[in-house]
């Protein structure tokens, strides 16, 4: 059913993680897939509800081969991450670098990197493994985040619904290049090129309750955004 | 089944677009869900294919109450979604606004605005709709582009996958508020706040291929990014 053609290097080819369609920005290489999901927070968890598809955002974490997928945005997916089988899930991950603007309306693009991981989730229970996976979260947010704060108590760790999927069927794709105008078109008196898409932090508001100055790692996503 | 009980100025609210929990986040607002959509042009399309949940990144744009979203990420929806019987899905259109930190770990949430649309998709396969619909998915790109570029010609229509999806069933979820940190949790001394979340756009990068001047709707792009 897959095959492992880069060996430990690679997630296997299966035949849903293969594109039929535009097939050299595809890869499944693990350093590329995990770099992608390492670069921000916000995934779309895909699941079947009554037969229907549902996709809700969400914020996801990797340790290793695991990703951690926060269940705030609803119960229903939690609910069936419960029981021994799982969740059949799908969890997408993408990032929009730019436009690409052409000047045919037909060839405009996007350059994008994108992960879209199958398999099944399941609920994690075990309070260990809670902890790793709620601290995880935090960091992705904010690096270093989770040893800054009060950690979960057991009360908390209870109420807080985080499902594992482990990283197996999964593929990234990703678009990063040129305008590509028909031959025929590039005459034309229009505009067309790259304009970066970029994502950064405004001036953070302290709370009212805030006695102390703003932690490094916050100050250097401010300084991220002013670079 | 649904309910329209601000007449027509909300979408009907039916069981799956009534969340389960933060039920004061949630709106059928027409207005409210058309702004969220519009806001931007990332849609994250899910659908069922083998029993199995999909997600993949694309594009939308809404005109009046249809959602057109661009089959470009693959064919697989597309082909659900040529036969009468169409093909359901679930749109999702996400923004993030700001990190919310608290003093505990737990508390930690997300500014964000978000909309989520089921429904049953059609191929739209109406040359006139078609480039109505191709026209609004690249004005939701850049504003006003479609009128600067050369259009479609009849190839490039026949060669375009875009479905159709009515708005009927379809909600919106939001956040924005302050750090909500539990009250023997204020005391603590570490910093909590609100960070805003902001994109942008960098400095276009004209083609080999352009001999004109920047247009004003991509200046503008860039004029927002710098105020």
Chains 1, 2 share one sequence.
Request: hydrophobic share 40%; aromatic share 4%; net charge negative.
């Amino acid at each position: 059913m897959s095959t492992t053609p880069d060996g430990d290097t690679s997630y296997p080819r299966t035949p849903r993680t293969t594109p039929t369609r535009y097939k050299d920005r595809a890869t499944w290489e693990r350093e590329a897939i995990h770099a992608i999901l390492d670069a921000t927070y916000l995934c779309h968890l895909g699941f079947v509800a009554d037969g229907a598809p549902v996709v809700l955002p969400t914020i996801h974490a990797r340790v290793g081969d695991r990703l951690y997928v926060h269940g705030s945005t609803g119960s229903r997916p939690l609910r069936g991450a419960r029981g021994e089988q799982g969740l059949p899930v799908c969890v997408t991950v993408t990032l929009v670098d730019a436009l690409v603007l052409t000047k045919s309306a037909f060839n405009h693009s996007v350059n994008f990197r994108s992960v879209v991981a199958h398999g099944t989730a399941h609920q994690v229970t075990d309070p260990e493994e809670l902890t790793v996976a709620l601290d995880a979260l935090v960091d992705q947010v904010v690096p270093g985040r989770s040893a800054e704060v009060r950690p979960a108590n057991a009360k908390e760790l209870a109420a807080t619904a985080v499902i594992r999927l482990d990283l197996d069927e999964v593929s990234a794709k990703s678009r990063a290049d040129l305008a590509d105008d028909d031959p025929e078109d590039l005459a034309l008196p229009h505009w067309a090129g790259v304009v970066p898409v970029t994502t950064g932090y405004g001036t953070p508001v302290p709370d009212a309750s805030t006695a102390v100055p703003l932690p490094a790692n916050l100050a250097a996503l401010t300084a991220a955004r002013d670079a």
